[in-house]
């Protein structure tokens, strides 16, 4: 209330130049942003999941939705110039479709089909248990 | 639809652990960049696909769709996401 009034007696501006500005979320942003810290958490996980990740390189593993799993990396070459892969698996009712950088889907098969059930089974233990509380029995 | 995708976030997450629990993976891995071998215990029917014989047996389309069925189950990590942010959210 008392920000509101200074709004109006001292004009926006110079309000905020008095107090600073201080953020203010809607109910949208405040849901996303809850939504992308627990995603980071999960994330995080899911990296440790697939290994020890290469020196200079960032790398995310995590569910997006019921459907879709992400693999992100970003790393940086010896000059300098930024990197990053996005790979994305869609799951359909009887197989797992991979998109490379957005490219054409393929099937995913074999070893890499295993290593992804892998992963997703002890994605669902890990994250169950350390972020969301759950007791799950390996 | 399976089970595991309908009811509440609470159904749905008992249902998904269900069908992880009855179909763990036991095989020698390396995840999808090949960097670490770990090993899952608790293994029952579908634990071996990663053998050969097995998945001559079996059949490489349904080993698609039991991996593809234990990933939606997995999925389900984005309803307990979406349940856990309103409970924050209504908490704040």
């Known amino acids: 209330m008392l920000r509101k009034t200074l709004d109006i007696i001292l004009g926006k501006d110079l309000a905020q130049k008095v107090y600073g500005t201080v953020p203010t979320f809607t109910a949208n942003q405040q849901y996303n942003r809850l939504e992308r810290q627990l995603?980071?958490?999960?994330?995080?996980?899911?990296?440790?999941?697939?290994?020890?990740?290469?020196?200079?390189?960032?790398?995310?593993?995590?569910?997006?939705?019921s459907h879709t799993w992400i693999w992100h990396e970003t790393w940086r070459d010896e000059k300098g110039k930024a990197h990053a892969q996005h790979v994305q698996y869609d799951v359909r009712h009887d197989s797992i479709l991979k998109r490379v950088n957005g490219g054409s889907p393929?099937?995913?098969?074999?070893?890499?089909?295993?290593?992804?059930?892998?992963?997703?089974?002890?994605?669902y233990q890990e994250v169950a248990s350390e972020v969301y509380g759950r007791t799950v029995t390996a | 639809m399976h089970e595991a995708f309908s009811g509440s976030p609470e159904t749905r997450a008992q249902n998904s652990a269900e069908i992880l629990e009855l179909t763990p993976v036991n095989y020698e891995s390396t995840p999808l960049d090949g960097v670490k071998q770990r090993t899952m215990r608790g293994a029952m029917p579908l634990a071996n696909v990663g053998q050969e014989a097995q998945m001559t047996s079996i059949g490489e389309a349904d080993i698609d769709r039991a991996i593809a069925e234990r990933a939606m189950a997995a999925g389900v990590i984005a309803d307990l996401r979406a349940y856990k942010v309103r409970e924050l959210r209504d908490a704040a």
């Open chain 1, 39 to 65: 995603i980071d958490h999960e994330a995080a996980i899911g990296a440790r999941i697939l290994g020890p990740t290469p020196a200079g390189r960032q790398r995310q593993f995590f569910c997006m939705d």
């Open chain 1, 106 to 123: 393929r099937r995913v098969t074999g070893q890499e089909l295993r290593n992804f059930d892998y992963a997703v089974s002890r994605y």
